[in-house]
């Protein structure tokens, strides 16, 4: 069985991809797929709306059968202030996530946040909803979370997203802002590096003043497609990775652009040579 720790292992081994691109029917079955492609474990993320609290048994069945599932990603969150029902539900929603995922040994639970809206200039912590309190309640929510996170022994990593998605946290030093505030080792940064190439001016760079808050990264090329499709520099964003001691995994979150066992493979390959 792969040992999971993420530390006893080098970047090139550390490679999983979203349960959602693999063909199966089971988890045991896309592992087995998975495996094939040269990935060492699977990011979970649920289909069709549903939540890993409804996939319990599955979930369970999954890491007795010796299944990797080391990161789990939720749908986008909406922190939506202007409704306090929808933000506290939200936050129950995540609450209950953690707390399932954390049972079949996730390590890392990735948040991608948005308040439904496109950034119309500024900063985006502090263009939130456009006032102090609003602010505050993001934060106090996302504050809430990191501590049901510390109590599950889980790392709740908050995804910026661009700005055409959201208005809240577009680059990886908003992230780093929000993580300062909340101050508790249980929340870190998730890089994607699709929403890096609309926002970062200089991706390694970002990684560079980030590192230290880094506790996950997502993996697809400029154009939302595997890496090796786009133009991305995969040997100088991996190569900032490494240098920097990069300890988390690297999962592919991405659209292929053809099969399941042709493009996976490739897109393993071209990782595995930029990051040794």
């Not at 890993?52 to 599932?69: H, T």
């Not at 100088?236 to 099969?259: F, R």
């Amino acid at each position: 069985m792969i040992d999971t720790n993420p530390a006893k292992l080098p970047l090139a081994e550390r490679i999983s991809c979203q349960e959602r691109l693999l063909p199966g029917d089971s988890l045991e079955q896309k592992w087995e797929v998975a495996q094939q492609a040269g990935l060492t474990g699977i990011e979970l993320r649920c289909p069709d709306g549903r939540s890993f609290d409804d996939r319990r048994g599955e979930l369970w069945r999954a890491a007795a059968a010796g299944v990797v599932m080391p990161t789990a990603c939720v749908d986008v969150v909406h922190l939506d202030t202007s409704d306090g029902q929808q933000l506290h539900e939200a936050i129950r929603h995540v609450c209950s996530q953690l707390c399932a995922v954390a049972a079949v040994g996730a390590e890392v639970v990735i948040m991608p946040i948005s308040n439904g809206e496109p950034r119309r200039g500024g900063s985006p912590v502090e263009e939130s909803e456009g006032s102090p309190e609003h602010r505050g309640m993001v934060l106090e929510a996302l504050a809430e979370l990191a501590e049901q996170a510390q109590r599950e022994g889980v790392v709740l990593g908050l995804e910026p997203v661009n700005r055409y998605e959201n208005q809240l946290i577009n680059t990886l030093a908003d992230a780093v802002a929000v993580c300062e505030q909340i101050g508790l080792p249980s929340v870190r940064v998730a890089a994607d590096t699709y929403h890096m190439n609309i926002e970062e001016a200089d991706p390694a760079g970002a990684l560079l003043t980030a590192a230290p808050w880094l506790g996950h990264v997502q993996l697809s090329d400029s154009n939302r497609l595997e890496p090796g499709r786009g133009h991305l520099d995969w040997s100088l964003l991996l190569g900032t990775l490494n240098a920097v001691g990069y300890p988390g995994w690297l999962a592919l979150e991405c659209q292929l652009s053809g099969a399941a066992t042709d493009t996976l493979p490739r897109a393993v390959s071209i990782l595995r040579g930029a990051a040794l």
